[in-house]
């Protein structure tokens, strides 16, 4: 939408209005750091191969497509970001005072958790990077009818969610994130029926379809997370959380759009110069080959979530 009455700057210049009120709201509503009184030490190998591993493999995946996923730097980046991960956990055995508490895995309502917080938004971002393209490019829609099309998503799951937490504090988490995955599911197969000729009113359903998923969803898997942890974990369980949400979003991006190329490539292999509508059709076909996988995703999301029993007891 701010394409559509501004420059592209204004993307980055409306963060910093947002981030002021966040900070005073934050600085009035939560409740003063306690000073932890103990005699622990930093983990400095721990973060140091953490931080990096994980830096150069999200730099592969960032720019895979770009540099190519068999090409030197992409397989650098991942072997010796794995190879650090592999070192991280090793060493996080082995320290008296780890940065992450890998017991926390044993828990299962917190892996389950957040394995299916990780393939939620690996579905979710499949679509998100892609879908503008098909608005715009494809229906050519304006961008402000773009934006206001894609704010459906993030508009339901806002109103969707406080309800949703309400609810699970007395019924539990398994039925709600498991219908929100299902949702989800559901909102990116009927993206797929959609065609090059599709209107606005045709396009809306599938966003509110996910929308509606990922807000039962998202509450109800941070607080089975966030209470199946001893207090003094919190931090580190939450921040667990938002880096296997970053990192699903990482994956979902690379995912589709690597996807989407080669199968976009392997339709139009033979054609030197392709007419409106081969490309057309071969941009659909992409792009539903890419929903199906996405939806996928979101499905086995769905069955793991199912798995989330000791909820009651952790909690």
Do not use: C
Not at 32 to 60: N, R, W
Not at 302 to 310: C, F, Q, V, Y
Request: hydrophobic content about 50%.
């Amino acid at each position: 939408m701010l394409l559509g009455i501004a420059s592209w700057r204004s993307i980055f210049f409306i963060n910093l209005p947002i981030g002021i009120i966040g900070y005073w709201a934050a600085q009035i509503i939560l409740p003063p750091d306690q000073p932890h009184k103990g005699t622990e030490t930093f983990d400095t190998f721990g973060a140091v191969f953490f931080s990096t591993g994980m830096i150069l493999i999200l730099l592969a995946l960032n720019n895979g497509q770009d540099w190519g996923w068999g090409s030197f730097p992409v397989l650098i980046s991942l072997f010796v970001g794995i190879t650090l991960l592999v070192s991280f956990f090793v060493t996080e055995n082995r320290v008296n005072h780890p940065m992450i508490d890998l017991t926390l895995f044993k828990n299962r309502p917190f892996l389950i958790g957040n394995l299916s917080g990780f393939l939620s938004f690996t579905a979710i971002f499949s679509n998100i990077m892609l879908m503008p393209f098909y608005l715009q490019h494809i229906l050519n829609f304006s961008p402000s009818k773009v934006g206001l099309l894609m704010t459906a998503f993030p508009l339901i799951m806002a109103i969707t969610a406080p309800i949703s937490g309400r609810v699970s504090d007395r019924i539990g988490p398994i039925a709600l994130t498991t219908t929100g995955l299902t949702l989800i599911s559901l909102g990116l197969l009927y993206l797929s029926t959609l065609t090059s000729t599709s209107t606005a009113l045709q396009v809306v359903p599938g966003p509110i379809l996910m929308g509606l998923g990922s807000g039962l969803f998202q509450s109800p898997n941070n607080s089975s997370v966030m209470s199946s942890v001893p207090k003094p974990k919190l931090g580190v369980a939450g921040g667990i959380n938002a880096l296997v949400r970053n990192v699903g979003m990482v994956v979902g991006i690379a995912l589709s759009v690597t996807l989407f190329e080669n199968r976009q490539a392997a339709l139009l292999k033979g054609i030197p110069n392709p007419d409106a509508l081969q490309q057309t059709t071969a941009f659909m076909t992409s792009y539903h080959t890419v929903l199906y996988v996405g939806a996928s995703v979101a499905f086995f999301a769905a069955l793991i979530s199912l798995n989330r029993k000791g909820y009651a007891r952790a909690k």
